[in-house]
Structures are given as structure tokens and as C-alpha cells.
């Protein structure tokens, strides 16, 4: 049972418009979600993360919205440019767990 | 600032044959240590997780191990590789439980 869903599996987007990339998640108690930016042959960066006692997290063009009522939260990214093509994974992690959970990745091309 | 270094960058091994991967983490005292692996276009997998020197956890079997040898240095090793063992594998640190950062990872091929 996948316990973090990423949507879509891929998306492109014109430069300069909004990426929004969806995650939902199956277990009640994670309260910290990260989402991590990675490119081809290398590790995945942290770049923004959001923890269940807030609705929205901003930094920058990158921003989380959180629905801990459906369990769903997506990352928008504003004014998309061609070095934002990447794989974009949101994780999930329990309180005081040392266990972060994954979901499959997103992979975003944007076209300049 | 803290920095984590992984080696070797790439590796071509056979079947059968021992691993040793490495993983030192500076800048940054009694860390929390963690073991990833992630297939060609997959997703990440936790493989192990250590809060401190001498203590490791499991959180898949896939017939590796893993030592924490002193407070900043993680081992990832198996006696006999398989061919399911070839991916990415990621050394990650963490202050507390949350923040996970991650270094730039060592590819492993198995032939």
C-alpha cells in the first residue's frame, strides 16, 4: 500500500506559467512534509516543507497549500523557468519517527 | 556549514562480489544518519536509520547492512551483491527527526 501518492507522474508547462503538482497521503499521523527537487544524477535538495498545524508555506515562487481534512496537499510553483525542470518528490513523515516516506515523483519539464 | 560526502561516486561491481559504501558527515556533531536507495527513475526507499555511534536500524531487508563506525561516518556494505542491488544510493543526515538533507550519492551498477 503506497502510503504517499504523487499527481501527475509528468508534467510540462510554458515558461513563465504555474506548476502545480499534487500529493495525497494515507496515514493520519504524518505531520511534516517536505518536498524535495532532484536532478538527473544527483541527490535530491530539500526545498520547501510544511508541517500539519499550517495551511500554507511560502518561499519564494514555490508554495504549499495543505488540506489536512482530505489529506492532500499540492506545490505551486510560480513563473516556472527552464532550471525548474525536475523531479519533484513530496515526502511524509511521522512526529519523533526517524522514517520519511516517499511518493513516486513528479517529473516537470519546462519549455522556454 | 555542514557537509556530506559520499564515496565512491560510481561503482561497477560482479554478482557475488563484497560492497563497502561510505558516507562522512561534517560540520555537524552526533547527527542523525540514514541509508537510501533509489532505482533508475524510482522513488526513495529508507534502507537504515542511526541516531547515534554503534546503534543502527533496519527498515527494509535487502541483505545489506550498515555500521556507524564513529559519529560521522555511516557504512553501507553486504558480502555478496545481486543484480536487484544496482541504484542510487543516498546518505542522508538530519538534526532531530525532520529536515533531511542529502548528499549528491554513489551509483552502483551490479554485472
Known amino acids: 500500500q503506497q502510503q504517499v501518492r504523487q499527481s501527475p507522474q509528468s508534467l510540462t508547462v510554458w515558461e513563465g506559467e504555474t506548476a502545480i503538482l499534487n500529493c495525497s497521503y494515507e496515514n493520519s499521523a504524518f505531520d511534516y512534509f517536505p518536498w524535495y527537487q532532484q536532478f538527473p544524477g544527483e541527490g535530491p535538495a530539500l526545498l520547501i516543507a510544511?508541517?500539519?498545524?499550517?495551511d500554507k508555506k511560502e518561499d519564494g515562487r514555490f508554495t504549499i497549500f495543505f488540506n489536512k481534512r482530505e489529506k492532500k496537499l499540492s506545490l505551486h510553483i510560480t513563473d516556472s523557468q527552464p532550471g525548474d525542470s525536475a523531479t519533484y518528490f513530496c515526502a511524509a513523515s511521522e512526529g519523533g519517527n526517524n522514517k520519511l516516506t516517499f511518493g513516486q515523483g513528479t517529473v516537470l519539464s519546462v519549455i522556454p | 556549514a555542514q557537509t556530506i560526502h559520499q564515496w565512491p561516486v560510481a561503482e561497477i561491481k560482479a554478482v557475488g562480489s563484497p560492497l563497502s559504501l561510505g558516507c562522512t558527515i561534517k560540520?555537524?556533531?552526533?547527527?542523525?544518519l540514514y541509508w537510501y536507495w533509489q532505482a533508475t527513475g524510482g522513488t526513495l526507499q529508507q534502507l537504515f536509520y542511526?541516531?547515534?555511534?554503534?546503534?543502527v536500524e533496519s527498515v527494509v531487508q535487502l541483505n545489506l547492512s550498515a555500521s556507524r563506525p564513529k559519529d560521522d561516518q555511516f557504512i553501507l556494505s553486504t558480502e555478496k551483491l545481486l543484480l536487484s542491488h544496482s541504484g542510487f544510493y543516498l546518505c542522508a543526515w538530519s538534526r532531530g527527526t525532520q529536515e533531511v538533507f542529502f548528499g549528491k550519492g554513489t551509483r552502483l551498477t551490479v554485472v
Open positions: 510544511i508541517r500539519s498545524v499550517s
Open positions: 560540520g555537524k556533531s552526533s547527527p542523525n
Open positions: 542511526s541516531i547515534t555511534v554503534g546503534q
